[in-house]
Each structure stands twice: as C-alpha cells, then as structure tokens.
C-alpha cells in the first residue's frame, strides 16, 4: 500500500429532521451568546425560527450574503458583525451564507454554526474563496472550517428541483475527483463510493418527489460524505475549471459543475481507469462520464455551456486561465485539452464524443418486471426470480449486449437443451464446466468444519449399484493396474460408522465408465458395499485415468471458444450414507494425476488429492497379483445431522 497521510479535523456534526431547533444549544455549548445571523433569501422562515431560539438582542441578521463571497459583501457583514459585538456566526443557506460566514470567522476568529441549505458540502471543508475585482482566490485554514454543521433534511425540502439536481452534483464532483486525488486513501475512498452511491440513488427519487424525505436525506447523507471528500484531500482539474468560469466569467456554481463534470471525467478517464470504474458502479451504469451526463440530462439538469450564456468567445480564454496555473490532475492538463474539453461541454453533447446510454429506460424496465413478480405467493421463488432477473438485467446492461450476441446465447441454450437425453445431461455438464455445480456443492456442503469435502457427482451415477460384499474386484477382469482400496467412514469425533452404505463408481484405465461401454454388459467399475463393525471397507478395482467429459455438444464449444481442455482429473466417486449423517458425496484424485489444477468442472478440493501408493510385495488379502498394484488409504469424516434437523 502506498504511503498515507490522513488527517481528520473534528468539527461537530448533526444530522436529522428538525435539528434547526437546536441552534442555541449549539451556540451555548461554544461558550458563546451574541449571534451574528447570515440567511439566504431561500431560508428566511427557518431564520425566523433560529432567531427565535435567542434571547431579545442576543441575535442581529444579515440577509445579504452572494454568490462567489465579494469582499465588499464582506466587509458590509463585518460592520453589522462588529456594531452587534457578536461573539459567534450562525449561517443558514447554500455556498452564499457559508462563504460569507467562512469569510467573516477568517476575520475574527470567531467560532461558526452553520446550516446547509444545499448539497454544496462546503460547510464541511477549511477552504474559503473570495472575489475582489472579478478574481476569485482559494484559501484554506483551520480556521476556516465551522466548528459544529447542522445537517437538518427539513431545510432542504422545499429546494427547487433544478437547484437539487445541479446541487447534487456539485456534490458529487467533490467525490469523483476525490476518487482519483493522489492523497486518496481508504477512508476518502470509502466515503467518496458512498456518497455517489447515495446520490445516484436518490436524486432521481427527489426528483419524482421532491418532499420525499428518506431520500433528501439520503441526498444530505451524500452531500455531507461529499463535502468531507473536498475538505480531506486535494481537487483536480474539475474545480479548478469551475472555479475560473464562476469567478472569471460569473457563471453559477452549481449549474457549471454539472455542466462540466461528465467533460472532465471524460478527459481523466484515461488516466484513472479504476476511479471511473467505481464511479460507473456506484451510479450503476457502464460508463461513468456518459452514464453521468445521461442521468443529468434525464432529470432535466443543464448540459451545455452554451445554454448558461458563456460566448464561444471565452472558451479559449477560459483554457488559457484554466491551464495557466499548477494543480494537481491524473492526467496532465494542456491548454488545447483543456479548450477541446470546454467546446464540448459549451455544445453539451456526449462526454468524449460518445453515445447516449438509455440507463432510465433500463431501470424503469427492471422495476416494472420486478413488480411484475412481487405477487408471486411463494417467498422463496418470488426472491429466486426476482434476484435472477435483476442479475440477468445487470448482465445485459454491463456489457452493453447487442441482439446478435443474445440470439447467439439462446441458439446455444436451445441447442444445449436439444442434445440433451435421458443418458445426456448437456445443462448439467453446463453448470459443471462453468463452477456453478461446484458452488451449489460447496454452499450445500461445506457447512461443517473438520468433515471431509464434497465433490460434484457427475452424470455417470446410477441409482441403487448392486450390493456388493467386501473384498469383492469390481473391475471383473478388465485391463488396468489392480488397485486395493482401504477406507473408513468415521463420525467428526472419530468413531467407526459401521454399516454406512458406501457407492463406488470410477473409470477404466482409459477414462471410460461402463455406460460408456458398449461391450461390457452390467455393471462394472461400480457397486454398492458396506462398511464392517470398524467402519472399514476394502475391495479391488483399477488405477482410474483422467477422462475428458463429454465436448462433442455445446459445452464443448464453449470450452474451445474459451480455449479451455475438457479433461477431468483422475479420480474414484464415492457417495455415502450413515445413520445420523449427512450424506457425503466426493471424490478423491491420485497425487501422480494431471489436471489437478485445471480440472474441467472445478471438482477438485486439496483435502481430497491423495497418494495412491505402490508399496509391492504381497497383498494385503493375499491375492495373487501379476505385476505391480497400488493401495489407496482414506478416511471419510462425515457430519453429524444435528439433533433438531433430525
Ligand atoms: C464425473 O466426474 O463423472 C463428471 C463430473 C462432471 C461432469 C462430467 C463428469
Ligand atoms: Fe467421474
């Protein structure tokens, strides 16, 4: 991990419905009782009710805070600030109020309770900009930073829509770009994922409803983790651009960051693959500069320069300011990038030249098939087809499936389903080959710890094997190395199960199973035996062959396509069932066998990769053996049913 450097300043923090009430509180625990009010115009009946908190003459306002924080505003604020001998600053509104309050607190030193009215997170960070003769300067200083933020969903209820959309993402830019700050840690991290997730999630529900208050504050809760992003670690290109067009050519701040944040994420892009990668999941789209610009523009949000009043005129000039300082940005900024970049966002097409993606579409389609199956009466089907749809949707949407490749996937399912038969089983070979059987066998099985694993149990199983007694060579003459096979079935506290009922079935030394077979007649290299009073079973068969399963259907296709063998390691089943346990169904590999590693449908487990030795002279049972022969040795652990599943 690289170096870090993380450094998190307290300010305090409420956040709820009606907290506004508890300004005084605030105000009181700060040691202080002489307020100076900042309002914006938006919050003049929440005003009203802070200075009701107050005490007569303890509270004088001023109403007249604006856009990009003027001096001269300032200095008027500091003349009231001064003449009222107020010892703290309450500020209520947006990026106006906030400023001016930052402004004056700069100037005095003196402590700051503020309340946000807009997502602009400013509230949150030790940054103040200011304009003096239409230049806008950035400061930062611990000072600056307001002591206690009051976060109360209630003021942001009656936030226009327009100001919501363009608000959020102001807000969310701080994440975005917090995403690829080369100070960007774990924390700024987890916060920036979050806030876009929350943002991209509410602000269309807001915008459906506007007093819907779980998802203002959801918005709020973005806006606030967005803020925290801005005031941690440094910004790139994307506010350093805004911050020249609202202070050089005065346009609005939360309109020009929606405008140009889709461009700029564009421009980074390349330069910060794995951001835009979680910006992209975050909002739930494939891309994330033009899944961005889609959303604003499906919510009505502004999407041209243009359209803000900016003359083509400017946008040189503007890249000339833009590239004319130093800040920090994963991809290096030149002037005609930065040129190029504002003529696409002054005509407001798609970032990057690209296409629209129709991602509203696509979520409204979702919500109407999931509600199409909420009536289902069976809870557990109606969660299985609901999950598989959405997951099915997500598919098609993530990799921007064409019609040709999803008529590509139904042919090869219809074909699948087609060459299936009563001895074929092309679906379940299907499952195999891709690990999906392997998953259901570990989430069904591997629940207990100190038992021995599962393993898949393959199409070549048949129902009820003759009962065979021990001792007995099941490989009945055919061609292979003898192999004695010596195993006990024991319970997780080590006792012999004896008569636990115990089905063998492998292939002959050329990977073949009897079915396979046509000229062995019965079964063969398969049986059914039980174990003794010690939990043990011996018998004779032959060393087993890795074996390719079979790849003359679809799935075979499959594996070439993915340049995938279809082989199976070697290896014996075996299917057991004792009284009072789970039924094991596993396999065990030779040591000496290929594939171990790269088997075709991904049965093999380390605990089941055993030595079948070769240890030569006699046999254990005295047989009479032509050659060499090999003993397998194993002991199968079986887990207890408990007492209550019983
Ligand atoms: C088998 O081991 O018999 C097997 C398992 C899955 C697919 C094909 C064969
Ligand atoms: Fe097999």
């Not at 009820?464 to 001792?471: L, S």
Request: with cysteine; glycine share 8%; proline share 7%.
């Amino acid at each position: 991990m690289a170096n870090v450097v993380y450094q998190i300043d307290p300010a305090r923090v409420l956040f709820g419905p009606q907290s506004t009430e508890h300004v005084r509180d605030e105000v009181a625990r700060l040691n202080r009782s002489r307020a100076l009010l900042i309002t914006s115009p938006s919050a003049q009946e929440a005003a009203a009710r802070i200075e009701a908190q107050f005490p007569a003459g303890m509270i004088a306002r001023f109403d007249d805070a604006q856009m990009h924080t003027p001096v001269k505003i300032t200095e008027q604020a500091l003349t009231v600030l001064r003449a009222h001998a107020a010892d703290v600053i309450v500020a209520i509104g947006g990026g106006s109020a906030i400023g001016l309050a930052k402004a004056l607190a700069v100037r005095t030193g003196l402590d700051q309770v503020v309340l946000p009215t807009t997502y602009a997170g400013s509230e949150v960070t030790p940054v103040l900009g200011e304009t003096a003769d239409g230049v806008k300067t950035t400061r930062s200083a611990p000072e600056i930073r307001p002591e206690t933020v009051i976060y109360d969903v209630d003021l942001t209820l009656s936030m226009p829509i327009a100001l919501t959309v363009t608000s959020a993402v102001n807000a969310l830019a701080h994440a975005a770009e917090a995403l690829y700050s080369a100070q960007a840690n774990a924390v700024t991290d987890a916060l920036a994922v979050r806030a876009i997730t929350a943002i991209g999630h509410a602000l269309p529900m807001v915008v459906q409803d506007p007093e819907d208050r779980a998802a203002r504050s959801e918005l709020l809760e973005g806006a606030w983790l967005a803020g925290t992003c801005l005031g941690t670690v440094d910004m790139g290109l994307h506010h350093k651009l805004c911050h020249v067009l609202g202070g050089s050519f005065d346009l609005p701040h939360a309109v020009t960051h929606t405008v140009v944040l889709p461009h700029v994420l564009a421009y980074n892009a390349p330069a910060a693959p794995e951001a835009m990668r979680r910006i992209a999941e975050a909002l739930g789209v494939p891309n994330a500069p033009s899944g961005l610009h889609d959303l604003i523009s499906t919510l009505g949000g502004p999407t041209s320069l243009a359209a803000l009043g900016l003359p083509a005129s400017e946008l040189a000039h503007a890249a000339a300011l833009a590239a004319g300082t130093s800040f920090p940005n994963p991809r290096p900024v030149s002037e005609e990038g930065i040129r190029a970049l504002l003529t696409d966002a002054w005509h407001g097409g798609q970032p990057g030249g690209g296409r629209r993606y129709p991602g509203a579409e696509l979520r409204q389609l979702l919500a109407e098939v999931e509600r199409s199956l909420g009536n289902a009466p069976e809870p557990r089907l109606r969660t299985l087809l609901t999950s598989l749809v959405r997951h099915l949707h997500g598919y098609v949407a993530e990799n921007d499936l064409t019609n040709a490749e999803w008529m590509s996937a139904i042919d090869f399912l219809t074909r699948t389903g087609q060459v299936s038969s009563a001895t074929r089983q092309e679906f379940i070979l299907l499952s195999d080959s891709l690990g999906v059987s392997s998953a259901v066998d570990i989430l069904g099985n591997s629940r207990s710890t100190g038992t021995t694993p599962s393993a898949v149990l393959g199409p070549f199983y048949l129902e009820g094997p003759p009962e065979t007694p021990q001792g007995t060579d099941i490989g009945a003459g055919l061609d292979g190395v003898p192999l004695f096979t010596e195993v006990r079935v024991v319970s997780q506290t080590g006792e012999p199960l004896a008569d636990a009922v115990v089905d063998v079935w492998q292939s002959n030394k050329d990977g073949l199973y009897d079915v396979q077979l046509p000229e062995v007649a019965g079964p063969v290299l398969r049986a059914r035996f039980r174990t003794d009073e010690d939990g043990l079973l011996r018998y004779w068969s032959i060393l087993p062959s890795d074996y390719t399963i079979p790849s003359d259907g679809p799935v075979g296709e499959m594996l070439a396509a993915a340049n995938r063998h279809a082989y199976r390691a070697a290896h014996v089943h075996f299917l057991i069932n004792a009284v009072g346990h789970q039924q094991l169904i596993t396999q065990l590999f030779p040591t000496s066998g290929k594939y171990l590693d790269s088997d075709a449908v991904f049965g093999v487990k380390q605990p089941l990769i055993v030595e079948f030795t070769n240890p030569g002279g006699p046999t254990p049972d005295g047989r009479k053996v032509v050659g060499e022969w090999h003993r397998l040795d194993y002991t199968f652990t079986l887990a207890r049913i408990p007492a209550a599943a019983e």
